[in-house]
């Protein structure tokens, strides 16, 4: 079994009252080249920050070669980081900033005194030996001859290879890199990835890297760590996490998807699209699931072999392929393929029972702690919203006064009662206008489903509460919106038993 | 017509001024500096300004009060600038504004009001040197804090980071990242306080009982008799004040952008 080099137990991490890393649990194994892959504010970079040491975890541990270094400053720890901007020192030159690692470094050097006894001593590198270690990391970033040049004259690509150097040259036991090419050009880019990827092979030490983009991390990972809302969503080789996605999430964020919703219809079959489809994934009969298809795993056929039959309503070429989108009843099904067709065209479609994949929904419903006001409506997520409160208690009343009669005649004042509220996935819209709804917020999550877009809007005030709910309307990621949820669909429970007499 | 100004005519009024406010007094000083009273060409000033032990001591005093002001005042100020321009408290600029609010009350306000207090504590015309100082450390301080809290602001988080990550301590950090990056602030603080410490006199005045003579006064007294003597010593402190400024390095093209902006 290969060593654990880094070991993360049970890390969270709040900044100030905001929760970024949510009980995250991974290990990187020695020399290996780990991707932390996930959209901005996933909490990828501040995992990479406590493992260098510039953020501390609020709680768990963080272990090195089995040895805890959660609290350990950055300086004390065997890792050097390359960061997103590269971080080199205005002021001083090429050699100077690479050199500046060894000129910190300490070693302990043997000697035999006068009397034959042997004492070690704590010393500085020699300007000969720093000389030739930086000459060396120069050369392997391809950078030789510029050890004079001032920071500033030279160009992103050189800064980043400078940025390298002056991270491997002190021998890390772990390399961090924080986006490192994030602000190079796309051809630049490439070059460095393979480049990257050399250098990991010939230097032999475990690569933690941080990127955004999810092509960079199937290229050159060994083990890609998806990441999303501070919770990792899944671990794996770059083929198990295209392959087979954990959930819709990685199935979005990496690569392209149909995704539906599905019903288990039977022993490995499943209905989506209006159809049912043997599939190898193992599922309880009547089960809500999603349905994940790759577009280049649908096979295009003529109408009457195809499981699926459509209309071409779009088509696309992309340079190694054609995307064709094809309309099958309400559902749209985005093909990928060499062999083109044209838009009208009425084709068959199949699909291979391996290649769909059956993931439990994440969301099935909204939940949330609300709080009765004195004018029976209920407080929660950021906001207020009118619902009807005699369903907590069966056959109960309002009167006049907005008081709660009973069915045993009881009056009840609720204000501040506490209860729990459920929304279901389709009981939800959402407004431009501000004041429409009960509360506002941010749509932060789109995933088309073939025939409707399921939005995660996040709350903007203190709760940050998230509502799951299925739209036909496409929306923007980003938009500020505001929430309407019917009176009637606002289910209320108790929270406690003991209530507010009057 | 239309009107149309290029960037020249627009120059003008500016060229007006530094001719007539700048230029032309500096000639008028660098003349009455080299004449006598009957208008000739003379050195005698020159000669009578270097051979009195009076004069050459007044100067090395405004000198060695100049030198200790600037030093207690970036002695003071830098820590509060630095710990003001890293700390991520919201309302640190409430913190900054109380430092530099000083500098909105007037002058001789503040001086009297100095002097009140050390007349209070009993110090007044007892340590006149110590008064002259503290005073001009009490006024000065904002000059310095300003340039060094903005250079230190400036500086990248993530060149701290850097350091540390390589293995440098807090003092490794400092001395190798911090302070050589905020050099551009320390040489614009220091010639916003050492220059005005060599010649503020209302306040070595007030508050060295005028037991203190510092240059500027001496200047200020001389044009009441002698015009010839007063630029002599006016044009001798404007080379003093030219070489500190050489040596601070503060003629650099990135250092006056750098720490001017204030």
Redo the contacts between chains.
Sequence with gaps: MAEHIIELQDVTKYYDDNLVIDHVNLYVNKGEFITFLGPSGCGKTTTLRMIAGFDLPTSGKILLNGKDISLLPPNKRPVNTVFQRYALFPHLNVFENVAFGLKCKRVMNTYRNDEGKEYTKKERLSKKEIAGKVQRALELVDLEGFEKRSISTLSGGQQQRVAIARAIVNEPEILLLDEPLGALDLKMRKEMQIELKEMHKRLGITFIYVTHDQEEALTMSDTIVVMADGIVQQIGTPTDVYNEPANTFVADFIGESNIFNGTVVGDRKVRFCGKIFDCVDDFERNEPVDVVVRPEDVIMCAPEQGALKGTVISVVFKGIHYEITVQVGKYEVVVQSTESRKEGDVIGLNIEPDEIHLMKPKYTTNIFDGVITKHNTVEFADGEFECDVTQLYPGSHIDDEEYLVTASGEKLDLTGTEVRVEVGLTDIEISDDQNAGGTVGNIISIIYKGDHYRLIVRTNGEDEEDFVFATDDLWNENDLVSVIIPKDKIKLSLKHAEDKKK | MRLRFSRKTLGIPYAVFLLFFVIIPMLVILFYAFTDNEMHLSFENFIRFFSDPTKLSTIVYSLVIALITTAVCLLIAYPVAYILARSKMKKKFVILLLFVTPMWINFVLRVNAIRELLSWIGLLGEANYFNTIFGMVYDFLPFMILPLYTTLLKI?E??Y?????????AF?TFT??TL??SMPGIASGITMVFLPSMTNYVVSDMLGNSMVTIIGKFIYEYFGTNWHMGSMVALILLIVVFLSTWLTGGFKEENTVRGANI
């Design positions: 990248d993530s060149l980071e850097a350091s540390a990550d390589l293995g440098g301590n490794t190798r990242i050589p990056l």
